[in-house]
């Protein structure tokens, strides 16, 4: 279905020309990114031609599954408006954005709460359409703001009196934060870091927190508040958003995952909380590895890092130079690699049980630092390394981080089999697909799926074979 527009749409194919996609090309893009979001699309080069010579506008999810292609081949977001499609959605520029003034940040903020509640409302169809927008580039504006001024001058903020007669002394009884307000968002966020690890991203006891974030958090946002309670209220705000972006990242939605992570970071800053900011330039550098960003990877591990220097606890340190290693690794710097590995180690080591360590951090041990290591060293190829790191990581498994024991073992699994131990192998998948199977996690099922492939080779053995079927269900069911 498509509705007509007045005359040519020129934008389009003036970008289309830049982009040097022909219509065949952004067609076939297209189709391919529906088909990936369970769409199934049938345009051709036809149907490229009446977009741009007749003006026709594509209904559904097609104009944004058009930006994104185009935003794929240019290595950018491409908005609606670039191509001439404003008028179909703007729900591909909320969350992009990071304002300089704390008021807009506020509202670019509490738009993408919004947002999140009406894809939900319609079974998701706002983040299906915006299927592969996710683009490394739209990460450099805020870091090299929250670089250049990692917190703000103030936030204090008083509300809009509503109408009605109501006394300024009843307002602001009726609209004023106070740090109890906080500590419930705060209890929240611990809440949902426990069941996400215990239960993965997809569970719906996590889905509650772009709940919280719209029903609790915005109003407070909106309202009256002192710098000092302002300060705590952004910070308790940017951790659940941080936490709803690491679920979006887990359960496969990366360009919501995106749109978060860039609201934590800007909400950080007017927490004037360094290091969280820095833990969310973290959490951004580990999606861009994975989606093959390694060197932008590199880029906000250091930025997190570099900002970060004689603020940050040691351990908080260690855990900014082992994200580092796993970029590192994933661009095939070996060196550079082992010496932030050395590094993340050693400021490990320094840490002290009675240091200041924030709450968000809780999660990081020697285990995890050995269980990346292993991760680091898969992705160098050297195995033998791979089994020193994943044993001392799996030899405390504990019921609280059921996802991480469960990517621990496809780890050690990949190990083994480089190794040339089969039997090994599939007995450590199999007890990772066991894992899988009762957690809800979209990277979990991809890394169960990268062993089936490295096994492949191995096809006819009746172990591999085994293994297989054992992880059928998980591989068909939704993530």
């Keep these: 279905m498509s509705r007509e527009q007045r005359g040519p749409n020129e934008k389009l194919g003036t970008v289309l020309a830049l982009a040097g996609i022909s219509n065949a090309g952004l067609a076939r893009r297209v189709n391919d990114l529906g088909a990936q979001r369970g769409l199934t699309l049938r345009y051709d080069k036809t149907s490229v031609a009446r977009w741009v010579a007749k003006g026709m506008v594509p209904q559904g999810a097609a104009p944004h599954l058009i930006a994104a292609a185009i935003g794929q081949k240019l290595g950018r977001p491409v908005p609606l ?37 009406a894809g939900r409302r319609a079974g998701g169809g706002i983040w299906q359409s915006l299927a592969g927008s996710f683009a490394v580039s739209a990460y450099a504006t805020p870091a090299s703001r929250w670089l250049i001024t990692p917190a703000d001058p103030s936030v204090e903020r008083e509300a809009p009196h509503p109408a009605g007669g109501i006394t300024a002394a009843a307002v602001t009884e009726h609209t004023r934060v106070g740090h109890s307000d906080v500590a419930k968002l705060r209890e929240a966020a611990e809440d949902a870091r426990r069941w996400d690890s215990k239960y993965g991203g997809g569970d719906w006891r996590s889905s509650m927190v772009p709940e919280c974030l719209r029903v609790d958090a915005a109003p407070l946002l909106l309202a009256s508040y002192s710098d000092e309670v302002g300060r705590a209220l952004f910070g308790a705000t940017a951790e659940l958003t941080r936490l709803a972006g690491w679920m979006a990242f887990d359960t496969g939605q990366q360009e919501a995952a995106q749109r978060y992570y860039i609201q934590a970071l800007r909400l950080a800053r007017a927490a004037a909380d360094v290091p969280l900011g ?122 609280e981080f059921v996802r991480s024991h469960g990517l621990r073992l496809v780890v050690s699994a990949v190990a083994e089999l480089e190794s040339g131990n089969l039997d090994a192998a599939c007995a450590a998948g199999t007890r990772a697909v066991e894992v899988a199977g009762r957690i809800s996690s979209a990277r979990t099922t991809e890394y169960v799926r990268d062993l089936l492939h490295r096994l492949e080779p191995y096809g006819d053995e009746p172990r591999v074979m085994e293994l297989r079927e054992r992880a059928r269900p998980l591989l068909v069911a939704p993530a």
């Design 278 to 399: 820095g833990y969310v330039l973290a959490s951004m550098s580990l999606q861009a590895t994975y989606r093959g960003f390694a060197d932008e990877g590199v880029d906000l591990a250091q930025a997190a890092l570099e900002r970060n220097r004689g603020l940050a606890t040691a351990r908080t340190m260690s855990f900014f130079r082992l994200v580092e290693a796993r970029a590192h690794a994933k661009a095939g710097d070996g060196v550079a690699a082992a010496a932030a590995l050395k590094s993340a180690e050693g400021w490990l080591e320094r840490s002290r049980e009675g240091d200041a360590d924030p709450t968000w951090l809780g999660f990081y041990s020697y285990d995890r630092f050995c269980a990346d290591a292993a991760e680091c060293y898969r992705d160098l190829k050297a195995p033998r390394e791979v089994r020193r790191f994943t044993e001392q990581a799996l030899s405390r498994p504990t019921e």
């Design 81 to 117: 408006h670039e191509i001439g499609l404003a008028d179909a959605d703007p729900a591909p520029e909320v969350g992009l954005a990071f304002p300089r003034d704390v008021g807009e940040a506020v509202r670019s903020a509490t738009d993408l709460y919004r947002l999140d509640l």
